[in-house]
Nanobody, 121 residues
């Protein structure tokens, strides 16, 4: 079994910064893409940022230039540095990873439990 555990959410004023981290653990053979998604109240879950195994990244337009995703392949972790936060960034943030676990023939999607980010104006 594979688990993703997020940390680093919280309450911050507009213009502030937060750093989210996610650690994958369990029976992991390899991880391809890792990413962060968010779900704001009354909205569908959306991609925030994604990073492939070789480090290629893509971002939602609204966070480009403010957020930065990174990963540590040796530690099976992914982080999201969020700067210049805005009230519209308020959401539950979820970590996602495509994992090839021990005994599996293909990659499966795994999700963290979510961490709340609240940006006050």
């Amino acid at each position: 079994q594979v688990q993703l555990v997020e940390s680093g959410g919280g309450l911050v004023q507009a213009g502030g910064s937060l750093r989210l981290s996610c650690a994958a653990s369990g029976s992991i053979h390899s991880i391809n893409a890792m990413g962060w998604y968010r779900r704001a109240p009354g909205k569908q879950r959306e991609l925030v940022a994604r990073i492939t195994g070789n480090g290629s990244t893509n971002y939602q337009d609204s966070v480009k230039g403010r957020f930065a995703i990174s990963r540590d392949n040796a530690k099976n972790t992914v982080s999201l540095q969020m700067n210049s936060l805005k009230p519209e960034d308020t959401a539950v943030y979820f970590c996602n990873a495509g994992v090839l676990s021990g005994g599996s023939r293909w990659y499966n999607d795994y999700w963290g439990q979510g961490t709340q980010v609240t940006v006050s104006s």
